[in-house]
């Protein structure tokens, strides 16, 4: 790792990758075998920081708002809170830790390689995945959701099954953290250089007397302002590659000059290729989360239990003494932007103030406990992106339209109802206070950032009302640069030539329960696949 200050001004390559996260890094450790490649992080190093690496620190990094944190926050137009890696390794940086492959239909879909799909997968989880520690909430959840006839069971397996399951974890035995800057370690060092603080401001293309325009080269600042080019070295196989997320990749694109005309001229950008699909089909899968507060301890955990309905709704539990330490919710803090008691478009930073001042105000008692959650499939609602600036650290302007679409308000609902089943369970008796005595809770946390299920008289629409009211983001959005649509089937942009984009942001819909796995996978199969292109001169 070198920081972006020591490159020289001019510099060629045979490929270059914006973007050193949870695809980025897999894909430059994959090409550096045969190649020269550049990967070109805005963020720093990952490693040193223990708000990165422990579990307990969950939830530190995205509370951080400095300009030099690992993540950077972003607030939807639909009002909820949410946040991006800025950082080597990405959103596996920041996340919960769930390890899960995409469901088989995904894969044919895709129209991916099986055999090199579960290879790729493999090599993935021989750095990051592990297997966790089932503790006693974690198998109350487990329980539960058997007990509530979310068969059958499969045991722990990285696999998608219907049924309910215990996935993988990047978190290791002892707790700590293991992130996509891990698969580095797989890189030929001699043909990767890797530049942390570089901050590409766009993509040059080459269009004078071309047919198509052509992706040559790339302008990135370091963190003192100073200027650097990288170009590719001449050669019919070189190309650019954008690995910036389902935020940056289409921003870059339409900074780059690609996309829609009327928006890029509107910002005086010079149109490249007018693209109007560059920023469109941006979806995010709602969360919606239920705190269950506890007569009994409870373990720090994250991610580790998931049961995959056979409506679209997959439920997930998180759980923690005092979440991480210090009335700190983890998963669900207001620190974090997590105010599920807010309706999203009130989710000022006045609200989020209050809600952080009544937390500390209360006795830790309250927050002992857990969240059990359910996260739906697709989603089948979309919105799109757009630039907000010309600068590519500010964030762009981003719609997700949760639950526009009916089946996903219908599949939110049912997953709710298999929640208030799993808390009533019989399995869940010990993690759960008696009724009686739950009013008294309710008055005690009538202020905090925490939910219970409605119950009211008409529970199919209170339960509606509270699915949109509480919705909040489990950070899987994806979407921008999509297949059919921005790309091709090879991930290459249509309509100009050396450019490929590889990233969640190429997504129509989200991957098995959780993301990370398939794009780490992806950026082992796409660079496997261009290397064999490239020995096929």
């Not at 998931?306 to 679209?312: A, E």
């Not at 983890?330 to 952080?356: C, D, N, W, Y």
């Amino acid at each position: 790792m070198h920081q972006a200050t020591s490159a020289p001004a001019v510099s060629y390559f045979d490929y270059i990758i914006i973007g050193g996260g949870t695809a980025g890094c897999p894909l430059s450790a994959t090409l550096s075998q045969n190649a020269t490649v550049l990967l070109l992080e805005r963020g720093g190093s990952p490693y040193g920081n223990p708000n990165i690496t422990n579990l307990g620190a969950f939830g530190k990094t995205l509370s951080d708002l400095s300009h030099s944190s690992p993540s950077q926050r972003f607030i939807s137009e639909d009002g909820v809170i949410s946040a991006r890696a800025r950082v080597l390794g990405g959103g596996s940086c920041l996340n919960a830790g769930f390890y899960s492959r995409a469901e088989p239909r995904y894969v044919n879909d895709a129209g991916w390689e099986g055999q090199l799909v579960n290879e790729s997968y493999r090599w993935v989880e021989k750095k990051v995945a592990f297997e966790p520690p089932m503790k006693q909430w974690q198998s109350a959840v487990r329980g539960g959701l058997l007990e509530v006839g979310v068969h059958p069971y499969n045991g722990f397996t990285y696999d998608h099954l219907p049924g309910t399951k215990v996935g993988g974890t990047i978190f290791d035995v002892d707790g700590h953290r293991h992130t996509a800057a891990d698969l580095l370690q797989y890189a030929n060092p001699s043909g990767l250089t890797l530049l942390l603080h570089a901050s590409v401001h766009k993509i040059l293309f080459r269009v004078k007397g071309k047919k198509r325009p052509i992706a040559h080269g790339v302008v990135f600042r370091d963190a003192s302002g100073k200027k650097h080019r990288a170009y590719l070295k001449t050669g019919s196989k070189n190309e650019i590659i954008l690995s910036a997320g389902a935020l940056g990749s289409p921003q870059m694109l339409m900074l780059s000059g690609v996309g829609p005309a009327d928006h890029l001229e509107a910002h005086n950008i010079t149109v490249v290729l007018d693209q109007p699909l560059v920023g469109q089909g941006m979806s995010d899968n709602p969360m919606n989360a239920i705190f269950v507060p506890s007569p009994n301890p409870v373990e720090v955990s994250l991610i580790q239990v998931v049961g995959i309905t056979n409506f679209g709704s997959y439920i997930e539990a998180a759980s923690g003494e005092n979440f991480a330490g210090g009335a700190d919710f983890g998963m669900f803090s207001p620190k974090i932007g997590q105010l599920s008691t807010v309706p999203p478009k009130q989710r000022t930073p006045e609200a989020l103030a209050k809600a952080i001042e009544a937390m500390e105000a209360l006795e830790p008692a309250v927050f002992r406990g857990g969240f059990i959650l359910e996260k739906i499939m697709g989603p089948i609602s979309t919105g799109h992106l757009e630039l907000r600036t010309k600068n590519p650290s500010d964030n762009p302007s981003v719609t997700f339209n949760y639950f526009k679409e009916p089946k996903d308000l219908q599949r939110c609902v049912n997953g709710l109802k298999i929640i208030e089943n799993v808390i009533e369970s019989k399995a869940f008796t010990q993690f759960r206070y008696d009724y009686l005595s739950l009013p008294v809770l309710l008055n005690m946390t009538a202020n905090a950032p925490i939910n219970l299920l409605p119950k009211h008289a008409n529970v199919s629409t209170s339960l509606e009302q509270f699915c949109k009211d509480t919705v909040m983001t489990i950070w899987h959005y994806h979407g921008g640069c999509q297949v059919g649509r921005v790309i091709d089937r090879d991930y290459r942009v249509l309509g100009v030539d050396d450019l490929r984009v590889i990233d969640g942001s190429t997504f129509n819909y989200s991957p098995g329960t959780n993301p990370q796995a398939t794009v780490m996978m992806l950026g082992r199969y796409m660079g496997v696949k261009m290397l064999r292109e490239r020995l096929q001169r």
